[in-house]
């Protein structure tokens, strides 16, 4: 701790965020600065980061959604955060959207990063973060922030860790799936999300309908949190029984499942995302207001939307597809410029306070 350069505090508040920050934590640490994570217990963030062997420490959990309820978590969750950030005092907090995280640096005046990669995510009424790191597709408008407050990344934030990974062998035989059948992963929308549109469910039981009458085809589902997890077994319970649908018993990491899968359909997300940055054939049902990186994409042809029952049948292609022995090892600078960012509002931080380079 003599050499440290600082202390940054990393909260994960969502399953999407253990990946992402992986590599960042390990570049922080090797460019000489401590980290300390926090981590929600909610959307299976805590198994992912034993998963990942992230050290945290466990602090509130999910409160569902209501609104009310929600808001109360987020207040209880912010003040559960107070010993552990007093004990630790950070020189700057990270994240990549957790509210409860901005409510408590706002009260005890903790620099604060926030990252998105959606545009259309509300914030909290009166509160904004000091800085924001984005990808280049995200406009400036709609931003909290002011456009010198405002850091880059090329690419998307699944740039940042997809480079790393490397496929792990027999994932489909641990799940019982012969490699003759097409195997589709599929992940339902975010119905606890403020964005969740009704249409986006609709068209996610339609699919599941549609997969099940399928010839030699599995899916491979990953519900969100297990509400989700115990509707789909109590809606669709002869193709659970048959191994149609299969939901894992254990935590895997969702990469492996995207690359040995034949194509990805997803309600939205980091999912989508993930197979895009993998080159796997992703279709998205989700139904709420578009963002800026999934336009991208499906401009690129990376990513192909899907918004009714007659586009899910005439799109979205139920074959084999020819996986490569490894990921395509293409140049992403995604993590070195994040870092580069928090190097540099780290020093202006220190210069601020009169602290030596």
């Given at each position: 701790m003599d050499n440290c350069k600082g202390k940054i505090w990393i909260d994960l508040d969502n399953s999407p965020h253990v990946p992402l920050f992986k590599p960042i934590v390990a570049e922080l640490g090797k460019r000489g600065y401590s980290v300390m994570l926090t981590a929600r217990d909610c959307f299976q963030v805590c198994a992912l980061a034993e998963l990942h062997n992230l050290p945290y420490q466990r602090v509130g959990r999910h409160y569902g959604k209501h609104k009310l309820m929600k808001a109360f978590g987020l207040v209880f969750r912010a003040l559960q955060l107070v010993p552990?950030?007093?004990?630790?005092?950070?020189?700057?907090?990270?994240?990549?959207?957790?509210?409860?995280?901005?409510?408590?640096?706002?009260?005890?005046?903790?620099?604060?990063?926030?990252?998105?990669?959606?545009?259309?995510?509300?914030?909290?009424?009166?509160?904004?973060?000091?800085?924001?790191?984005?990808?280049?597709?995200?406009?400036?408008?709609?931003?909290?922030?002011?456009?010198?407050?405002?850091?880059?990344?090329?690419?998307?934030?699944?740039?940042?860790?997809?480079?790393?990974?490397?496929?792990?062998?027999?994932?489909?035989?641990?799940?019982?799936?012969?490699?003759?059948?097409?195997?589709?992963?599929?992940?339902?929308?975010?119905?606890?999300?403020?964005?969740?549109?009704?249409?986006?469910?609709?068209?996610?039981?339609?699919?599941?309908?549609?997969?099940?009458?399928?010839?030699?085809?599995?899916?491979?589902?990953?519900?969100?949190?297990?509400?989700?997890?115990?509707?789909?077994?109590?809606?669709?319970?002869?193709?659970?029984?048959?191994g149609k649908v299969i939901i894992p018993a254990e935590v895997i990491d969702g990469l492996n499942l995207i690359w040995y899968s034949d194509l990805v359909i997803s309600g939205g997300g980091t999912m989508n995302r993930e197979a895009a940055a993998l080159g796997v054939p992703v279709y998205s049902i989700f139904r709420g207001e578009l963002g800026a990186v999934d336009k991208y994409l499906s401009d690129t042809g990376r990513l192909m939307l899907i918004a009714n029952v007659k586009e899910m049948l005439a799109k979205i292609a139920l074959k084999k597809r020819a996986r490569p022995e490894s990921p395509e090892q293409a140049e992403r600078p995604a993590l070195r410029q994040i870092v580069d960012q928090l190097e540099s509002i780290l020093a202006s931080q220190d210069h601020r306070q009169g602290k030596p380079a």
């Amino acid at each position: 701790m003599d050499n440290c350069k600082g202390k940054i505090w990393i909260d994960l508040d969502n399953s999407p965020h253990v990946p992402l920050f992986k590599p960042i934590v390990a570049e922080l640490g090797k460019r000489g600065y401590s980290v300390m994570l926090t981590a929600r217990d909610c959307f299976q963030v805590c198994a992912l980061a034993e998963l990942h062997n992230l050290p945290y420490q466990r602090v509130g959990r999910h409160y569902g959604k209501h609104k009310l309820m929600k808001a109360f978590g987020l207040v209880f969750r912010a003040l559960q955060l107070v010993p552990v950030t007093l004990r630790w005092k950070p020189d700057l907090a990270l994240s990549h959207g957790s509210r409860s995280q901005m409510i408590l640096c706002r009260l005890l005046r903790i620099p604060l990063v926030m990252m998105t990669d959606y545009e259309h995510a509300k914030g909290l009424p009166g509160l904004r973060p000091d800085w924001m790191i984005i990808p280049q597709a995200l406009p400036e408008q709609g931003m909290e922030v002011g456009r010198e407050q405002i850091g880059r990344y090329d690419g998307i934030k699944e740039d940042v860790y997809v480079p790393d990974f490397v496929p792990e062998q027999g994932v489909l035989r641990r799940l019982g799936i012969d490699e003759h059948d097409v195997v589709v992963t599929l992940r339902p929308p975010a119905t606890e999300a403020h964005y969740f549109r009704p249409e986006s469910q609709e068209l996610f039981e339609a699919t599941i309908a549609w997969l099940g009458a399928a010839p030699d085809l599995r899916v491979i589902m990953l519900p969100r949190n297990e509400k989700q997890a115990y509707f789909v077994r109590q809606k669709w319970p002869e193709l659970l029984a048959s191994g149609k649908v299969i939901i894992p018993a254990e935590v895997i990491d969702g990469l492996n499942l995207i690359w040995y899968s034949d194509l990805v359909i997803s309600g939205g997300g980091t999912m989508n995302r993930e197979a895009a940055a993998l080159g796997v054939p992703v279709y998205s049902i989700f139904r709420g207001e578009l963002g800026a990186v999934d336009k991208y994409l499906s401009d690129t042809g990376r990513l192909m939307l899907i918004a009714n029952v007659k586009e899910m049948l005439a799109k979205i292609a139920l074959k084999k597809r020819a996986r490569p022995e490894s990921p395509e090892q293409a140049e992403r600078p995604a993590l070195r410029q994040i870092v580069d960012q928090l190097e540099s509002i780290l020093a202006s931080q220190d210069h601020r306070q009169g602290k030596p380079a």
